[in-house]
């Protein structure tokens, strides 16, 4: 399993984060720049993509969240990114081939916004992306859900189509032509299908909790995969942050923290047992 140091990051407080690649000599120095966080007013109205269910979205903070807690979580997402495409580019450098690059983690992690970092600085480096594909893609309709009963843990392993989704895979690893991939409508709260176009070239990012589960179907999945990457978060962390998530979307505290207790932490759980099976384990830095 490749073992990487952690990468240094800006200043918690630096309204700009740079993240330099150092991985090779010969490769010219990489940037990317994060802007400055935006205002209440704008935090409040922000809408972005999940890491699993309804009540997640990824990255996302509240109204009243503090600029060092957008400051820290912005660090630590460029420095996780940073350390993802020095571990891609040390293996493309061996002459490894890597049709399709797995980022995996328990919920909370902000896998979404790592795998949209990852693609930009790897076409910094000039190296081909051919999009993100998320396993959220995969959800089961709200319907199906209330159908199998499933619907009130929402993000667990059997809420998901796995087999579509190895199926998915098993055609991005084929090539023979360009793939529609299905997206996880936040607005909708519902996955809609054929929403990413994905070309016969370049890397593909897939990003999800259960990338690395071993039982059927995400088994298969995970054999898809060329290079996958699990994201070590503590997990008081990940479990404050999901309160928040939750909150965000209307929860009241308590019934956000029941949430977290009762659907969250044993997925959390399962992520974490499997972790093994990842080819690479990162941890966040948000620098000192």
């Known amino acids: 399993m490749d073992q990487l140091p952690l990468v240094d990051t800006a200043d918690d407080h630096s309204k700009r984060l740079i993240v330099s690649s150092r991985l090779r000599a010969s490769q010219p ?12 007013d704008e935090v409040s109205a922000m809408s972005t993509h999940t890491d699993t269910a309804d009540n997640q979205p990824a990255g996302s903070i509240s109204g009243s969240a503090p600029y060092a807690i957008y400051s820290e979580r912005a660090s630590a997402s460029l420095s996780v990114a940073q350390q993802v495409v020095d571990l891609v580019l040390h293996r493309l450098a061996n002459g490894e081939n890597i049709r399709v690059l797995g980022l995996t983690g328990p919920p909370g992690t902000g896998k979404t916004t790592v795998a949209a970092l990852v693609a930009e600085i790897l076409e910094t480096a000039d ?33 998901f189509d796995v087999w579509g989704y190895q199926a998915l895979l098993a055609r991005i690893q ?67 942050r999901l309160v928040t998530r939750h909150e965000a979307f209307g929860k009241c505290r308590a019934d956000a923290a029941h949430w977290v207790r009762t659907v969250d932490a044993p997925n959390i759980e399962l992520v974490a047992e499997c972790a093994s099976r990842a080819d690479a384990i990162i941890s966040p830095q948000t620098g000192e």
């Open 29 to 40: 120095a990489l940037s990317f720049t994060v802007s400055a966080p935006p205002q209440n």
């Open 127 to 159: 190296v081909a992306v051919a999009g993100i594909a998320p396993m959220d893609g995969f959800h089961m309709s709200n319907a199906v859900l209330d159908d199998l009963e499933r619907h009130d843990r929402k993000g667990a392993p059997d809420t």
């Open 174 to 240: 084929a090539s023979e032509h360009p793939v529609f991939a299905p997206d996880y409508n936040r607005g909708l709260h519902e996955p809609v299908a054929a929403s990413i176009l994905i070309p016969t070239e370049g890397i593909v990012i897939t990003e999800g909790n259960y990338l690395a589960f071993d039982e059927p179907g995400w088994r298969e999945a995970r054999g898809h995969i060329d290079f996958l990457v699990h994201i070590d978060t503590p997990t008081d962390a990940v479990m404050r």
